[in-house]
């Protein structure tokens, strides 16, 4: 492979220099400019792996030449130089598609860790990696769109934000980011930010040293450093107390962790991605989440389309997950009635493509002859009141008990109506047997 070849573009001399040398050390070629009009003609005149230019430059913004390389050369990751503490210049940077961002004074540090990790998309390119085991399913123009972003941005370093209904394919979306990013060999670390108690929550994220509380007894890393040169997933991060959000604040800004209980701080290179199914505008409205940290994580937003807005490829859906499923039970793939997938394409699936795996999974177990039909299917009616169905698709929701007890009474009805005959009652209520034990026992009926 020919040596990589970067386009340093800075007006002063001496940062110029002083990049230079640190790439030539990193054996890296450089080509200098000192103005937009330089930049631009060497890129016309050479090959160019990598960019690295100031934002204040004499004939204009280096955001300018970050638009000109997406528009003319997407492949060349361009990191921009910004004035220390400058946070609206690195996010509005990273908005327009630059690769990464670093602050003057220049850390040196931290500039090889960028470097390397630009220049390590190249390396796969040519390599022809890229193809990872992470999928996602769909054809329709609201998922093509999420297919394009998660391409886009997994060229970047910039925080994502994944939104979404539950079960929409968040952390999916976030694997797939991470598997198809420059980081794809180091830790992808996902975390439940609901699922930790507030006082441990400091220790998780950042580690802590021996002898810091009662039972600590050995040094111990965070998820931070867990996630080192890997990617940071923020599951649910509309779950963060308060207090933890300032320290998470401060750690993105600053790129570096304390452990509990020391004094020192030790750098940590994570890309971060987060996700929550609550609004995330809204919940700093309700000053539920701090406005700093919002603006840091939502820097690109992805929004994961519900699976009702992508009916047309409900078949497709079906038939993957179909095949999924019985590979993992080791049986036969069923076949579905036409009648049980006009069903499915009418449904609204408030619990999204999770929700079509349990359904499927439920209709597998109940059908006989490895066919599914409509009445397999067990789809919850459309016509409930609102507030019940709001909050469906959660096996502890409302709309999920009321079912279980209206579905409980029904049966217990039937059964008295024929003396406990199994048979008789099932086929009272216009189920097979079959179904009828399937029902008995999830509701612990027996
Ligand atoms: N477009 C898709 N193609 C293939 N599988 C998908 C797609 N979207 C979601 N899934 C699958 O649906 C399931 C739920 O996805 P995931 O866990 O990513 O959802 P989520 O948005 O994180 O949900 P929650 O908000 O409940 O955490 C997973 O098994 C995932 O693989
Ligand atoms: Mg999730």
Redesign the pocket.
């Known amino acids: 492979m020919r040596k990589p070849v970067a386009l340093v573009v800075d007006d002063e001399p001496a940062i110029r220099e002083l990049l230079e040398l640190t790439l030539t050390r990193m054996d890296v070629g450089c080509v200098l400019a000192a103005d937009l009009k330089q930049a631009r003609a060497l890129l016309q005149s050479q090959a160019v792996d990598l960019c690295l230019t100031d934002m204040r430059l004499p004939d204009g913004n280096g955001l300018e030449l970050v638009s000109h390389i997406q528009a003319h050369s997407p492949q060349i990751p361009v990191a921009v130089i910004t004035a220390h503490g400058n946070v609206e210049s690195a996010v509005h940077a990273l908005k327009s598609g630059a690769f990464d961002f670093v602050s003057k004074p220049v850390d040196l540090a931290a500039l090889r860790n960028l470097v390397s990790t630009a220049l390590k998309l190249r390396e796969q390119r040519q390599s022809g990696e890229g193809r990872g085991a992470t999928?996602?399913?769909?054809r329709s123009p609201a998922?093509e769109q999420v297919r394009n972003m998660v391409a886009k941005v997994a060229r970047s370093q910039a925080p994502v934000h994944i939104s979404?209904?539950?079960?929409?394919?968040?952390?999916?979306?976030a694997r797939l980011i991470h598997e198809k990013s420059a980081r794809r060999s180091q830790p992808f670390m996902p975390v439940n930010c609901g699922a930790i108690p507030e006082n441990l929550m400091e220790s998780e994220f950042f580690g802590y040293r021996k002898g810091a509380f009662t039972g600590a007894d050995a040094d111990r890393d965070g998820f931070f450093q867990a996630a080192n040169t890997g990617t940071l997933f923020l599951?649910?991060v509309a779950d963060l107390p308060l207090a933890m959000q300032v320290k998470l604040l401060r750690a993105i800004q600053e790129k570096k962790v304390r452990k509990v209980g020391s004094t020192q701080e030790e750098p940590v290179d994570v890309r971060i991605i987060s996700?929550t199914?609550q609004k995330l505008g809204e919940c700093v409205e309700a000053g539920k989440f701090r406005h700093d940290l919002y603006y840091r994580l939502n820097v690109i937003e992805l929004r994961?389309p519900a699976l009702r807005e992508m009916r047309e490829d409900i078949p497709q859906?079906v038939s993957?997950l179909l095949d999924k499923l019985a590979r993992n039970a080791g049986t036969k793939k069923p076949d579905v009635g036409s009648e049980a997938l006009e069903e499915l394409k009418r449904y609204d699936f408030p619990g999204?493509?999770?929700e079509l795996?349990n359904v499927l999974e439920r209709a597998m177990a109940l059908c006989s002859d490895a066919r599914i039909t409509a009445g397999d299917l067990q789809l919850t009616p459309h016509d409930l009141p609102e507030q019940v169905v709001a909050t469906g698709g959660d096996s502890k929701a409302p709309l999920q008990d009321y079912l279980d007890r209206v579905e409980k009474e029904a049966i217990l009805e039937a059964l008295e109506k024929t003396r406990y005959n199994r048979t008789a009652a099932a086929k009272l209520l216009g189920i097979t047997f079959r179904s009828m034990r399937y029902r008995m026992e999830r509701l612990g009926l027996n």
């Open positions: 999928r996602l399913l769909g998922i979404g209904e539950s079960g929409s394919g968040k952390e999916l979306a599951d649910e996700a199914h994961m859906f993957a999204n493509v999770r795996e």
